[in-house]
């Protein structure tokens, strides 16, 4: 195709304007209004909904990427700001209905404290303004804390805010300091029905609290009738068994894995503290009320000799920790006492105290695991990682310590046979978890990576799923999968290893809503789908390319570098990109594939944390089936899920130019449904002169001209040319429209090389919004936005009049192309 060049006139300075306070819409329907998905606080709470599909919600992301293509992906600042205005740089801005979903910062190796203050306007209104530093820290309070919140310890280089913000009609982001990098994910509605502006004196406390059981119990709601069967093999290599089979319609909630044979792996990165004579430490943990005693697993580093320290649970003494005599630096011992049933049954949690006795130095202590006995078995049921790098976990723990003599980090390994590491890492790998719903095979990936790590057994905590690597620890997953009318749990043995006493437990529920939501296209199956592979120069690695409907969850990815030489971790230099519904530019461009994992610094250097919805479990050098550095993270996407509607292509870099060079093996999660909820009705090509006459394509002010460049993304090297042309007044055309749509997305096509365009857009002379640009890009100057008409403007027709009236204080109007997708 040909393009013209835009002339465009300086931008004076485009403001959000405040706008009063607007009575909220009638509540929302549970799942969201009108396929927005879940909005507000209901996307934490409404986990349950995660099959339902999200046709009318659109996720962008703002990023401080470089829009040259190039790795200045916020070094200089080059890219950070959109503009300046009184209060600092703008990170993000958008008009129309939305949510905010997620925010992450990082400079000066994860300090915020040079950012300032960072002020979120919504509707008009400022929301928050706060010192960002404070903000991550979690001293402004609830909902603000952690892990709605992390820092740059929490995180190991980041800082996030996932507390969802929804807007009626605006939204804008601002930083007082240019903030280097930083991502800011929205989603974006069509209307404003069901939206209720972001009120931050709702604490939602029960949120925070199902958060901090991330990755020790299910954060969904339970289903009436559900069942749990539980089955044990033995697979011989290349041999396969069939551990459930479930009959009509219906839901698996809830899917544990044991593999007794398998042990963890020895190298654990670790933080600690200790005390000295006199001193002590305590903490809360969470037990299940079921409970018929309990046991607690603590990690000590044994350099210290004859650690003697005494346990109280609830202030009564219970026994004596013992590290024995001191071995050499390097190893982690994990010791286990058991507290009675008597002194635990009917509680939900116990306030336990570890008191100096005696020691050769002091007393140290790195970590706690909590299980509970429940019908005869033990169950993780939380988790105390302390140590100056879980500042928010020691928190929400209530964790304080007495006479603290030491505190720091250590990189040590347990006493595990080479062999038995191996062997395990060949199962983790080679052992595949395979279910079919409704005949069709959805879920096929390696046991490891599916639960959350593919290097090995590292202990890994997610919201929807878990590795326990304490002794006879369960893999489990907490995806809602429903079928329609029938559905099959298998292993697949094809790691070459004899596998012995797998044990299998399905949770599932019948019901007869989730077989009618599958065949009306309102849910979407469950999908694990892996990918393994050497990197190749030139292309990036792709997490998932698929067409039809549905949601992307997010992803489980295993790096094993092959850089032998030199900076071993410039694997992690490469950025993700999402493309969505066949639009030729990225809704998501990230900064670094330890920033997509919402990490900083390559993972500060090899820090491993984990956080409900992102984390970097699993760090390998020189060994362990490592060959150099090895890297395996996890990154779940809950209110920033990717909803699509026609096809979805999600990549990430391998290095800076995709060219270094990697195994990569990666599961992504997803909903999703052949159907596609998107069909393209019409187009509108400005270059042609009879397509212009057949839509009868007016515009005021019109320029036109010829430009030469290219896209971001995967086309950010490969021009081209094609006629553009600029409108500094009205703009009109007829679209075709599908009469059956439940709203159109409209796709223009157009030079960005001037920033913040914006116009005001009618649908048969009714307003329905503004639609702003706040992008710009003078290097790759090709660009396909989006802006959603609403059903109530649309449906029930077979054509539309659309007007586009550009602002008088904005730049020209561009234009090469328009399209017009029908949704329904």
């Known amino acids: 195709m040909r393009v013209r060049s835009l002339l465009g006139l300086a931008l004076a300075g485009v403001l959000l ?4 306070a607007v009575a909220a819409a009638p509540e929302a329907a549970r799942h969201g209004a009108d396929g927005k998905g879940p909005i507000g606080w209901e996307t934490y709470r409404d986990l349950d909904a995660m099959a339902r599909l999200r046709p009318d919600a659109q996720v962008k992301q703002f990023s401080s990427f470089d829009r040259t293509g190039q790795n200045d992906d916020g070094f200089n600042n080059t890219y950070s700001c959109l503009r300046h205005t009184d209060h600092g740089c703008v990170i993000a801005e958008h008009l129309g209905a939305g949510q905010i979903e ?16 960072i002020r979120i306007e919504l509707d008009g209104r400022t929301v928050v303004d706060e010192l960002l530093q404070e903000l991550v820290d979690g001293k402004t309070g609830a909902p603000f804390v952690w892990p709605l919140v992390g820092n740059g310890a929490d995180t190991a280089g980041g800082s996030v805010v996932k507390v969802p913000m929804p807007y009626r009609e605006s939204m804008r982001v601002t930083v007082q300091k240019d903030p280097f990098f930083h991502h800011v994910s929205y989603r974006e509605f069509p209307d404003d029905r069901g939206v209720r502006t972001f009120d931050p004196r709702d604490e939602a406390r029960d949120v925070v609290e199902r958060l901090r059981g991330f990755g020790v119990r299910d954060p969904k709601p339970g289903l009436r009738g559900a069942r749990t069967t539980s089955h044990t093999a033995d697979l011989a290599p290349g041999a396969a068994a069939e551990f459930a089979s479930l009959d009509g319609s219906g839901w698996i909630t809830g899917l544990r894995v044991r593999l007794p044979q398998v042990v963890a792996s020895p190298r654990v990165v670790d933080d600690g503290r200790a005390f000295g004579a006199g001193g002590s430490s305590t903490f809360e943990v969470a037990v299940d009320r079921r409970n018929d005693g309990v046991r607690l697993t603590r990690r000590v580093d044994p350099i210290i000799g004859d650690q003697v320290a005494r346990l109280l649970v609830d202030g009564t003494p219970v026994g004596e920790w013992n590290s024995g005599e001191a071995r050499p630096a390097g190893t982690w011992v994990d010791q286990t006492l058991d507290v009675p049933a008597s002194l635990t049954r009917g509680k939900s949690s116990l306030r336990i105290t570890t008191e100096y006795v005696s020691s050769a130095l002091d007393v140290n202590e790195f970590r706690y695991d909590v299980h509970s006995m429940v019908d005869d078995r033990f169950v993780r049921t939380d988790v105390l990682d302390l140590g100056a790098a879980h500042p928010g976990e ?79 620890g369960w893999y489990s997953a907490w995806w809602a999968m429903p079928f329609r009318s029938g559905a099959t749990v298998s292993l697949v043995n094809e790691s070459g290893e004899p596998i012995t006493g797998a044990t299998v437990e399905v949770t599932s529920a019948s019901d007869r809503d989730a077989g009618e939501g599958l065949s009306s296209g309102e849910l979407g199956y469950f999908h694990a789908t ?9 292309e990036s690695w792709n997490f998932l390319t698929t067409e039809g409907s549905g949601v992307f969850y997010g992803v489980t990815h295993s790096m094993r570098g092959n850089i032998a030489s030199g900076n071993r971790r410039n694997y992690l230099e ?49 060994g362990d089936g490592c060959r150099y550095d090895c890297t395996g993270a996890y990154r779940l996407m809950v209110g920033d899920a990717v909803s699509f509607g026609s096809s979805l292509r999600f990549d990430i870099e391998h290095g800076p130019l995709d060219d ?49 460049s290219t896209f971001e993304g995967v086309g950010d090297t490969t021009p081209v040319t094609g006629d553009v042309t600029g409108a500094t007044g009205r703009v009109s055309f007829e679209l075709a429209v599908s009469p059956a749509n439940d709203g159109v997305r409209l796709l223009r096509l157009g030079d960005q090389a001037e920033s913040y365009q914006r116009a005001t857009v009618y649908v048969d002379d009714r307003r329905v919004g503004e639609w702003l640009q706040p992008l710009g890009n003078q290097h790759s100057r090709w660009l396909e936005d989006t802006f959603e008409l609403p059903a109530s403007a649309t449906s029930g027709k077979d054509s539309v009049t659309i007007r586009i009236e550009p602002a008088d204080d904005a730049p020209t109007w561009s234009a090469a192309r328009y399209r017009a997708l029908s949704r329904g």
């Not at 892996?530 to 030139?538: E, K, L, N």
């Not at 909903?671 to 187009?683: I, M």
């Open 394 to 472: 020691e928190r929400a723990h209530d964790y304080s310590i007495r006479n603290q003599s030491w505190e720091g980090s250590r990189t040590y390994r347990y006493p595990t046979a080479q062999a038995d590491v191996t062997a395990s890492d060949a199962v983790l790998d080679g052992a595949r978890l395979r279910i079919a719903f409704d005949g069709e095979t959805t879920v096929d990936a390696p046991v490891g990576e599916f639960f959350g790590s593919g290097l090995g057994e590292y202990d890994t905590r997610t919201l929807f799923s878990s590795i326990d690597a304490t002794a006879d």
């Open 17 to 20: 304007v405040p706008v009063p």
């Open 574 to 622: 490469g950025d993700e990109r999402v493309y969505v519904d066949g639009a030729a530019s990225p809704t998501m461009y990230g900064t670094g594939s330890e920033d997509f994992y919402e990490a900083g610094w390559y993972f500060r250097d090899g820090t491993t944390y984990v956080m409900p919805t992102a984390g970097n479990p699993a760090y390998e050098l020189d």
């Open 530 to 538: 892996h990918h393994r592979g050497a990197t190749v120069p030139d």
């Open 660 to 708: 270094e060079p990697a195994d990569y093996s990666s599961t992504a999660y997803w909903y999703g449904h052949e159907r596609p909820t998107f069909t393209e009705t019409d187009t509108v090509d400005l270059a042609d002169a009879d397509s212009r006459a057949a839509h009868d394509y007016r515009a005021d002010g019109e320029t036109t001209g010829t430009l030469t």
């Open 102 to 117: 997620s925010m992450w910062f990082t400079r000066d190796y994860g300090s915020m404290v040079h950012n300032g203050r």
